[in-house]
């Protein structure tokens, strides 16, 4: 249901972008949310894009270097990072959020992209 | 550190049953559904248990969900080789507006 593009190697201060791309259900009837797990740490959410509006919500911590977007033409959504940091090595989840009523969870989530910042 | 807390490990013998705990506040699970996701080692998460106690479809029962006041539980019984993996609760956050989540639990079959 969401598949995102393959693992990424970088230098510090380069940029990075990952790729989600949904299949199966109307995209711009979900939204899509951004998950980080650092090395052999847990889940931190990051924030989400609404994808009917384009409108990105960012968490306290990924604002200004981290950019979600979208193209609905290939139903797609990105993470882009910018000025990469070794700090910023982590594998990097979508999910897709199901949401009714006030009340919500990830039903569907990528396969995760790592990213590898190395000089 | 994590605003839902866990515990971070729990250990248990085959055909057993555990619970993980996740406590928090007013803001977050006393206010909002909690949800469950299991991560495999190598693994992306998966749902497990959502709007507190509701299992999709394909997991099996063997797993349940509750909640009371600002704490939530998941069990798991019939303890198997295949359910060791890293669990995590998750739910809303009215002052964070967002998503949180617990700082997992690692689960060890022995």
Redesign the interface.
Known sequence: QVQQSGSELKKPGASVRVSCKASGYTFTTFAI?W?RQAPGQ????M??IDTNTGRP?Y??GFTGRFVFSLDTSVSATYLQINTLQAEDTAIY?C?REYRWN??????Y????TLVTVSS | QSVLTQPPSVSEAPRQRVTISCSGSRSNIGNHAVNWYQQLPGKAPKLLIYYDDLLPSGVSDRFSGSKSGTSASLAISGLQSEDEADYYCATWDDRVNGVIFGGGTKLTVL
């Open positions: 949310h998950v847990g889940l931190e959410w924030g989400w919500t968490a306290q989840y999910a006030y009340r919500q969870y990830f039903d989530w990528g396969q995760g």
